[in-house]
């Protein structure tokens, strides 16, 4: 199996978005990796959704989703992103079995009807590092949800700030 290796620096993503009307996923509004791996620095994501009007479509990363992936983030902020339709997951990213970290990031006012209001872990590894939650909603994991179907240890969190 290929993989391709992406790094991009001091980059802005704003008001991208992914739009479906058909019983199907839409996933990314920034972007959609699969089984690459990524380094972003400095980096600024505002404003990014996804969404789909049928009922029973999925949504899933406001900015960011990926799949069998590996991700570097420093020094990024994810401010407004969201999901907007029912069935969500990620307002600013989703990591379906990928592994992430971030380093002196901050997630501000981010949103999904479901869960995980900036970040959403579907099986991976993730490490959160010197992080600024702010005002982060979902109705589960208001700021990151982990779902992880395993008794393994699989994320960390170090001298992070969270609040309302």
Do not use: P, W
Not at 26 to 54: K, M, P, R, V, W
Not at 77 to 100: C, D, P
Not at 121 to 136: A, D, R
Request: net charge negative.
């Amino acid at each position: 199996m290929q993989s391709s290796t992406t790094n991009i620096d001091s980059s802005l993503f704003f008001g991208n978005f992914i739009s479906a009307n058909s019983e199907t996923t839409t996933e990314g509004g920034a972007f959609y990796i699969i089984q690459s791996s990524c380094t972003l620095t400095d980096c600024h994501f505002e404003g990014n959704y996804a969404t789909s009007t049928q009922i029973n479509s999925i949504s899933r990363g406001g900015a960011i989703s990926s799949k069998n992936s590996d991700f570097y983030f420093f020094e990024c902020e994810f401010i407004n992103n969201s999901i907007q339709s029912q069935s969500q997951y990620g307002g600013s990213i989703l990591l379906n079995e990928s592994n992430s970290t971030f380093t002196s990031c901050m997630f501000s006012n981010n949103s999904a009807l479901s869960s995980g209001g900036a970040v959403y872990l579907n099986e991976g590894f993730i490490t959160f590092e010197s992080c600024n939650f702010i005002n982060n909603k979902a109705t589960q994991g208001g700021d990151i949800f982990n779902k992880f179907d395993s008794d393994e240890f699989n994320m960390s969190i170090n001298g992070c700030h969270f609040e309302k």
